[in-house]
């Protein structure tokens, strides 16, 4: 199935870059008042709940055609959200938020030689691998001193290999996803976060013990973020894989941290970091080098 890239595609990866850049903002509103692994439970449990009344409002279909592969749909259900989320809660206590930062931005290369090897019409070209690699100095230009900075904990090596396989987790997610064969959209994101809901809350549980007592507002940013960067944008990141590929998508994590700095100067009053145009110009070169194909078609067709 060849990667179809739409001027619909290009603004879902938009707004999912957007959303999920304003996310850490809530998340570190929500996380003064509940623990991280419940964090990530209560927001996948919420957007679970909301997707599957959508998902019967709609028929509860899933598979279109006689074809079904379910373990398939258990590894990406799993390792989509609830495994990268408890990762990326735990690797966080030990390393600097830049260097969090940096493996996110380490998907698109990860994604680059899975898709090549696993995905029809996704192979890796020598101007898409220098256009990715671009993309990811942008990103580490725009962190600055913090990208690969030391916190000197004990378990810092155990805490980067950590947000590191949460990276990975991410990208062979995105590539099984795309393998899957034709499902409804609204079925497919409702069974993973389903999926995702019954390893996290357990997990969860174990970790940190019973669920924590939170209060209304608490709950109310968690409603939030189960509604909007998790169910919504769950939707928008299944169609975006499922038509234009892992590979396009993965360029959705070199937007989040410009959003992310963006939206924390504008709205925490928080400083922009001097390098921000050049930054962005990096980050805009490696789009317009690994996506030139793409982009000449949007413009001229």
């Given at each position: 199935?060849t990667p179809?890239?739409?001027r619909?595609?290009?603004?879902?990866v938009?707004?999912?870059?957007?959303?999920?850049?304003?996310t850490f903002?809530?998340?570190?509103?929500a996380?003064t008042?509940i623990?991280?692994f419940w964090?990530?439970?209560?927001r996948i449990?919420?957007?679970?709940?909301?997707m599957?009344?959508?998902?019967?409002l709609?028929?509860?279909?899933?598979?279109?055609?006689?074809?079904?592969?379910?373990p398939?749909?258990?590894?990406?259900g799993t390792f989509?959200?609830?495994?990268?989320?408890?990762?990326?809660?735990?690797?966080?206590?030990y390393?600097?938020?830049?260097f969090?930062?940096?493996?996110?931005?380490?998907?698109?290369?990860?994604v680059l030689?899975?898709?090549?090897?696993?995905?029809?019409?996704?192979?890796?070209?020598?101007r898409?691998a220098?256009?990715?690699?671009v993309?990811f100095?942008?990103v580490?230009?725009?962190?600055g001193?913090?990208?690969?900075a030391s916190?000197?904990?004990?378990m810092?090596?155990l805490?980067?290999?950590a947000?590191?396989g949460?990276?990975?987790?991410y990208?062979v997610?995105s590539?099984v996803?795309?393998?899957?064969?034709?499902?409804d959209p609204?079925?497919?994101?409702?069974?993973?976060?389903?999926?995702g809901?019954?390893v996290?809350?357990?997990?969860?549980w174990?970790v940190?013990g019973?669920p924590?007592a939170?209060?209304?507002q608490t709950l109310?940013?968690?409603?939030?973020l189960?509604l909007v960067?998790?169910?919504?944008a769950n939707?928008?990141?299944?169609?975006?894989?499922?038509?234009?590929g892992?590979?396009f998508?993965s360029?959705?994590?070199?937007?989040v941290?410009?959003?992310?700095?963006v939206l924390?100067?504008?709205?925490l009053s928080e400083?922009l970091?001097?390098?921000?145009?050049?930054?962005?110009?990096?980050i805009l070169?490696?789009?317009l080098?690994s996506?030139?194909g793409?982009l000449?078609?949007l413009?001229?067709?």
């Amino acid at each position: 199935m060849t990667p179809d890239i739409t001027r619909a595609s290009w603004l879902m990866v938009l707004a999912l870059g957007l959303t999920w850049g304003a996310t850490f903002m809530v998340i570190e509103i929500a996380l003064t008042g509940i623990t991280p692994f419940w964090l990530a439970a209560g927001r996948i449990g919420f957007a679970a709940m909301l997707m599957l009344a959508v998902w019967g409002l709609r028929g509860g279909r899933l598979f279109l055609t006689g074809a079904r592969d379910w373990p398939a749909m258990v590894f990406v259900g799993t390792f989509s959200s609830a495994v990268p989320f408890m990762l990326l809660s735990w690797g966080q206590q030990y390393v600097t938020s830049g260097f969090a930062g940096v493996s996110m931005a380490a998907v698109p290369l990860m994604v680059l030689p899975l898709a090549h090897l696993l995905v029809t019409g996704e192979q890796m070209t020598l101007r898409r691998a220098a256009g990715f690699l671009v993309g990811f100095a942008g990103v580490v230009v725009l962190i600055g001193g913090q990208a690969f900075a030391s916190t000197g904990a004990a378990m810092e090596p155990l805490g980067r290999a950590a947000c590191l396989g949460a990276a990975g987790c991410y990208a062979v997610s995105s590539v099984v996803m795309r393998r899957l064969p034709a499902v409804d959209p609204i079925g497919l994101a409702t069974v993973l976060l389903l999926i995702g809901a019954a390893v996290v809350l357990p997990a969860a549980w174990i970790v940190e013990g019973p669920p924590p007592a939170v209060s209304g507002q608490t709950l109310a940013v968690l409603a939030v973020l189960g509604l909007v960067p998790t169910a919504g944008a769950n939707i928008l990141r299944v169609m975006v894989i499922r038509t234009a590929g892992p590979t396009f998508m993965s360029l959705v994590n070199y937007i989040v941290p410009v959003w992310s700095v963006v939206l924390g100067a504008l709205v925490l009053s928080e400083a922009l970091p001097p390098a921000l145009l050049g930054a962005l110009a990096l980050i805009l070169a490696g789009v317009l080098l690994s996506q030139w194909g793409a982009l000449k078609r949007l413009f001229t067709g």
